[in-house]
């Protein structure tokens, strides 16, 4: 049964046909969160993204596509995203298990380029065809090479949409003239989600945001508004304001992993601001399996609570 909560959230897609709004549905309604408005992800495309060794030699089991699958299904994440091939590798055995997500953009990180780009190495007829719920592409804004992101997913999310299905957004500012720490200011960040909301995701990914503000004009903006940003929570709730004033399903990312004290507060200020959730790849997989379940219930519960 479709909660009223998950139709509240699906009426803000008021242009969207019955696959699309089902299949956001399908998202919303699985899983230890089904119901509650609330989703934790588990995406692994960091074999593509990082590397093999630095994604899966922590817990080595990980080079096994099937391990994800059963992580995210016994886990009880509302979905799983990957790219082509993790996703063709279980697809057809856990058909029916969990929603899945086919991210349809990669890109690697074997030389180090100031403007990066994702290739495109899926189709929204892959998603349709391995009985994905949504297609998931990453931009990075910020990059010289961001207008080619956002014609192609200008073409796919139109494609994704009329096909029935939802899209998820990967919004990384990025970018040769941008500082390392301008990645994850909270006027950049705010940002990211503004854009790719303006791009039609139905849900955005963004990283959380530090209180340090990268571009000037914008800076005095917050300072003259009194803007809050001191407080995780505060930022959190902010992004999320940048974000159609919440009528957008933001969630955001793990990052590197680290100490279980430390994510748990960080997953508390998020959901505090209002996150609608977390995508937290290395933080789950690179723990032993009981470890990485125990630690997504513990983030679970946070949202769940909040
Ligand atoms: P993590 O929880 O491991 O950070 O995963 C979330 C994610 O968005 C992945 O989908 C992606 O591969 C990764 O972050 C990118 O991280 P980075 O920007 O550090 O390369």
Partial sequence: MTTKRVKEILSWYSADNAGTKANLARMLSHGRLAGTGKMVILPVDQGFEHG??????P?????????????????????????????????AEFAGDIPLILKLNNSD????????????????DDALRLGCAAIGFTIYPGSGEAKHAYEQIRDLAEEAKAKGLAVVVWSYPRGGGMSK??????????????????????VIKVKPPTAFIEQAEAKKVYEKEKIPIKTLAERARHVVQCAFAGRRIVIFSGGAA???????????????????????????????????????HEIMDVYASA
């Fill in 109 to 124: 990180t074997l030389a180090k380029t100031g403007d990066p780009i994702s290739a495109l190495t899926g189709t929204v």
């Fill in 181 to 202: 720490d301008g990645e994850t200011a909270i006027d950049v960040v705010g940002y990211a989600a503004q854009i790719a909301a303006q791009l039609g995701a139905h």
């Fill in 52 to 57: 093999p060794a630095r994604s899966f030699a």
């Fill in 59 to 91: 817990n080595p089991a990980g080079y096994d596509p099937r391990y994800h699958f059963e992580l995210a299904i016994d886990a009880g994440c509302n979905a799983y995203a990957a790219p082509l091939g993790f996703i063709e590798a279980g697809a």
């Fill in 258 to 296: 680290k100490g279980k004290a430390e994510i748990l507060e960080e997953i508390r200020g998020l959901a505090d601001g209002g996150s609608f959730g977390s995508i937290v790849g290395r933080n789950s997989f690179q723990r032993p399996r009981t470890e990485a379940i125990e630690l997504l």
